[in-house]
């Protein structure tokens, strides 16, 4: 009998081997007992003081380093760069029932204390980029800066509805959890400018990754949407922001970005990357980096004038 490998997990030993010649090491955090987050953290640990500390928060596809592997290769000579695999993701695992989002923002957070992280710029993507807003509101002394990519500050009924309409689906776990290789495709045509040709071997692997977990991920899904009467506006948020955002992103246009800036104020800035969907950060992964060590520097130089 011949089993069948999922080529797309012999990526990671590959994935494995850059991330430790850039000075990373995988690291399991025990939350609470019954809880355990996988982060990817610096080898070297003797001058992280000296560095600003980075933390990528993923979105629903993929795990923390299968999304960040660019940009986090990008930082690493720089920055004190940490990725974690939320809950239900990749390592990351907990038998509490709890879904909501504010539990997966404690668990990044608590996972980053007992790491030693004080102080931390955090950069998040999609649901991550939810998840960042969040971890701010919740620990607005340990997050100094956010970077938000393709997100929203709540998913609230109006904002998911108009999202799914745009995308054509009637719910999020129709759309983030696909059954075949044919939905799949749909997903990752929809998140893209231009979907690159991927062989349909690959597809029925990228399937099994995604279709890790389902149960718990659908619950996430569902425990995501908040009313709009129990939402109301946030206050202004003390860390500096920026959006970064793809030109062509369908699922949260570049209006929703702009309605963001709007709600929190003038100092909010927003940069668009052309050619870009979704998915900005993987599929113009060079640009995107660009953008980014560009915020961040503008970020150090602000803390310099203070």
């Not at 204390?113 to 999609?126: A, D, H, P, Q």
């Amino acid at each position: 009998m011949v089993m069948k490998l999922n080529s797309v997990a012999i990526l990671k030993p590959i994935v494995k081997w850059f991330m430790k010649k850039a000075g990373f090491r995988p690291q399991t955090i025990e939350i609470e007992p019954g809880t355990i987050m996988h982060f990817w953290v610096p080898i070297e640990t003797s001058n992280i003081k000296h560095k600003p500390c980075v933390v990528f928060i993923h979105g629903f596809a993929f795990t923390g380093i299968l999304t960040w592997t660019f940009q986090a290769l990008s930082l690493a000579k720089n920055y004190a760069v940490y990725v974690p695999d939320l809950i239900f993701f990749g390592e990351s695992t907990s038998d509490r029932p709890d879904r909501l989002p504010e539990f997966q923002a404690e668990c990044v957070a608590k996972g980053l204390m007992k790491l030693g992280v004080e102080n931390c710029t955090l950069v998040g993507f999609s649901y991550g980029g939810t998840l960042v807003f969040k971890i701010a509101d919740m620990y607005p002394n340990m997050v100094d800066s956010m970077i938000i990519s393709s997100s929203t500050i709540a998913f609230t009924e109006s904002i998911s509805k108009a999202a799914l309409e745009r995308v054509g689906f009637s719910s999020w776990s129709d759309y983030l959890l696909p059954s075949n290789v044919k939905e799949a495709k749909l997903t990752f045509d929809i998140a893209t400018y231009k979907l690159p040709p991927i062989p349909n071997f690959l597809w029925k692997d990228i399937l099994e990754i995604m279709s890790e977990n389902r149960k718990e991920k659908k619950e996430l899904l569902e425990a995501l949407v908040v009313s709009d009467k129990d939402y109301s506006i946030p206050r202004n948020y003390p860390q500096k922001l920026h959006l970064l955002w793809g030109e062509h992103d369908r699922i949260f246009t570049v209006e929703v970005a702009n309605n963001i800036k709007k709600q929190l104020g003038e100092n909010v800035e927003v940069h668009c990357i052309e050619k870009a969907g979704h998915l900005l950060q993987l599929e113009r992964p060079f640009t995107y980096n660009k953008h980014l060590h560009k915020i961040l520097a503008s970020f150090m130089d602000d803390d310099k004038e203070k």
